[in-house]
């Protein structure tokens, strides 16, 4: 019975010991109260006079504390021999509780610090947007939201990774170190699980990004957490969620894992589309990154009240600063570039281009148009081309079935990349004659031998079966021979090609390539985008859809004759004439030098302007 009880006391003891440092303080604090009394007890008894002399049992007890907490305290003390000695071993006594205290303290803050440091503590924030994942692309959406909330008084923006918080911190420091107002905050955790999303508390957040982690089947990870999203008990309002999946064959899955709440792009289809259009005009690249990017020009929704009655054809010039290209019915579709005669109603929101909201304003009278020097655009026959798509990956099976479907009868694409890819080459395409070139695309005398100036436009392919860093190492060598080769041929031919990591595309500008497609800048651009405004996923489903409402670049002297002097309100409306509107125009002899390569957007509309021959209008139009 006696070693049962005193195991049950060992139990007990250990179970209090097992909940960390407060219960270390409290045994440490329990012994403590326990020497200063037995010892208060000790002098009271056998000393009488010396108890007497330090004011009874509260003077005694006083003492007995301080010489616990302070050794030194007991220098000076006078008494009996008695006396003296409790007063030493209370004063011994103390020095190993005291030390040990300020020991299991000392752990305890560390442990605390370190936990802190791990990220693991609930966060409560309110109206902040999530970005659940890690990749390169996290800097690239935390820099566009911070310029995205230069205006906001208090925003916060944070990141949930399996990574170290602190080497979370540091990279986001050193890539994005201006923060401007917008907070920045890091957790560490698994956004796979259930108990990890909680600490970011998505109640109340404003907006949810899932970026794609940088494994193999990426898109696995993408569609376990929308289904985690999904699948949540919500309170409150549901915040916007976005996401994107790098294959098309798993939009369908990552669509019925989000529900309808979520939006999930299509991040192949929609760089497989930027591709093929800018192969089609050189420019488009940089005027979709400046519609993107929240330092350019962006997309508004702008109710007008005092537009109400008119029709949107009559309406194209009314605005001071900014550009309509479509109207958003009330409680109805969003229409992109509508028929002129399209009339503006109650509860009618404008889509604008504009620099900033704050900067849309209606011009107090109408802009002079100059008749004389609009001209009529020729009837043009579409002429066959010839591409090169130089390289191979994935994606280059879907970019000639796309090219087929837009190109002229007849056009011819040559594929030159060391293996024949004998499917895309042997299947019949209706409008395109599809041929192989053996080629080594960062050889020289390779890339001379395809006998490079018969063709209009040769399009560059980055390979998927290397590092992402040394297939943009590869892509900067082809660059920059195709370019050698064009200077000495005398300019035959387009150069669009794709790139990894947008700070590889800085360096390649020095080749002069017409375009960069930079697919997963882009996509972090359009899903940043959708965060902050989710109803422009119609307007940018119409501009990167071949059937809808896109961007063109299309000659100046369609629309003004070379030469004279005009406004761009003379632009907008030669353009409107035409069923299109014109949004900017492209400097031909600016179209190498960054990083506007010439393209201005929204410009001032009453300000003499002179296009000539080599001048590009941005407009859009249905084609």
């Given at each position: 019975?006696?070693?049962?009880?005193?195991?049950?006391?060992?139990?007990?003891?250990?179970?209090?010991?097992?909940?960390?440092?407060?219960?270390?303080?409290?045994?440490?604090?329990?012994?403590?109260?326990?020497?200063?009394?037995?010892?208060?007890?000790?002098?009271?008894?056998?000393?009488?006079?010396?108890?007497?002399?330090?004011?009874?049992?509260?003077?005694?007890?006083?003492?007995?504390?301080?010489?616990?907490?302070?050794?030194?305290?007991?220098?000076?003390?006078?008494?009996?021999?008695?006396f003296l000695g409790l007063m030493l071993a209370v004063t011994v006594g103390g020095i190993f509780i005291v030390s040990a205290l300020i020991g299991v303290l000392t752990t305890g803050l560390d442990a605390r610090i370190a936990e802190l440091r791990k990220g693991r503590s609930q966060l409560v924030e309110h109206g902040h947007t999530i970005i659940l994942g890690w990749s390169e692309q996290v800097f690239t959406v935390i820099g566009e939201l911070v310029t995205a909330n230069q205006s906001a008084r208090r925003s916060c923006v944070v990141v949930l990774a399996d990574r170290d918080k602190v080497a979370m911190e540091d990279q986001i420091r050193m890539r994005v170190p201006d923060t401007g107002q917008t907070r920045v905050i890091c957790r560490s955790g698994n956004p796979l699980k259930k108990a990890d999303l909680e600490l970011v508390s998505p109640d109340t957040a404003k907006s949810i990004m899932v970026m794609p982690p940088q494994v193999e089947d990426a898109d696995i990870d993408v569609i376990k957490v929308l289904l985690l999203l999904n699948n949540r008990p919500w309170r409150g309002a549901h915040p916007h969620i976005v996401a994107a999946v790098q294959d098309s064959e798993n939009l369908a899955a990552a669509r019925l894992a989000a529900g309808e709440?979520?939006?999930?792009?299509?991040?192949?289809?929609?760089?497989?589309?930027?591709?093929?259009?800018?192969?089609?005009?050189?420019?488009?690249?940089?005027?979709?990154?400046?519609?993107?990017?929240?330092?350019?020009?962006?997309?508004?929704?702008?109710?007008?009240?005092?537009?109400?009655?008119?029709?949107?054809?009559?309406?194209?010039?009314?605005?001071?600063?900014?550009?309509?290209?479509?109207?958003?019915?009330?409680?109805?579709?969003?229409?992109?570039?509508?028929?002129?005669?399209?009339?503006?109603?109650?509860?009618?929101?404008?889509?604008?281009?504009?620099?900033?909201?704050?900067?849309?304003r209606l011009a107090g009278r109408p802009y002079p148009i100059i008749e004389d020097v609009i001209t009529t655009a020729p009837e043009r026959e579409p002429v066959p081309d010839r591409t090169l798509l130089i390289g191979w990956n994935a994606r280059a099976t879907k970019i000639i079935d796309l090219l087929d479907r837009l190109a002229p009868p007849g056009s011819v694409v040559d594929v030159a990349a060391p293996h024949r890819p004998a499917h895309a080459v042997e299947s019949e395409r209706q409008n395109l004659v599809v041929g192989y070139k053996m080629c080594e695309p960062t050889s020289r005398r390779s890339l001379e031998a395809l006998d490079l100036g018969s063709y209009q436009h040769i399009v560059v392919l980055s390979n998927d079966g290397v590092d992402p860093d040394r297939a943009d190492d590869r892509t900067l060598v082809t660059l920059l021979h195709l370019r050698d080769i064009e200077v000495r041929l005398g300019d035959p031919y387009s150069i669009v090609t794709e790139m990894n990591d947008d700070n590889n595309r800085e360096i390649a500008q020095v080749t002069k390539a017409d375009d960069f497609i930079v697919s997963s800048k882009l996509i972090c651009l359009l899903l940043t985008q959708l965060a902050e405004n989710r109803d422009l996923y119609a307007v940018f489903a119409d501009l990167f859809d071949p059937a809808g409402s896109e961007v063109y670049l299309k000659p100046a002297v369609d629309y003004v004759r070379p030469g004279a002097e005009a406004n761009f309100a003379t632009v907008i409306e030669s353009a409107r004439r035409r069923g299109e509107v014109a949004i900017g125009y492209r400097r031909g002899r600016l179209s190498d030098e960054p990083p506007a390569y010439g393209v201005t957007l929204n410009p001032p509309k009453g300000v003499p302007l002179v296009l000539g021959e080599g001048d590009h209008v941005i407009v859009v139009a249905e084609d």
């Open positions: 019975m006696l070693a049962s009880l005193r195991a049950r006391v060992r139990y007990w003891f250990d179970g209090t010991m097992d909940r960390g440092t407060p219960a270390l303080i409290g045994w440490l604090g329990l012994a403590s109260v326990a020497l200063i009394a037995v010892v208060t007890v000790l002098i009271v008894v056998f000393t009488d006079e010396d108890a007497e002399d330090n004011n009874g049992w509260i003077g005694v007890a006083w003492m007995s504390l301080l010489r616990t907490l302070d050794p030194g305290t007991m220098g000076g003390d006078t008494g009996s021999p008695v709440s979520a939006l999930v792009i299509d991040a192949d289809d929609i760089t497989i589309r930027m591709v093929v259009q800018s192969h089609r005009q050189a420019g488009l690249s940089t005027v979709c990154t400046d519609l993107l990017n929240f330092a350019g020009n962006e997309i508004y929704f702008r109710p007008e009240p005092a537009l109400v009655g008119s029709k949107y054809g009559e309406v194209l010039n009314a605005y001071e600063l900014g550009v309509p290209i479509g109207v958003h019915k009330a409680g109805g579709p969003v229409m992109v570039n509508p028929p002129p005669d399209t009339p503006i109603e109650v509860g009618d929101s404008m889509i604008v281009v504009a620099e900033d909201d704050l900067l849309i």
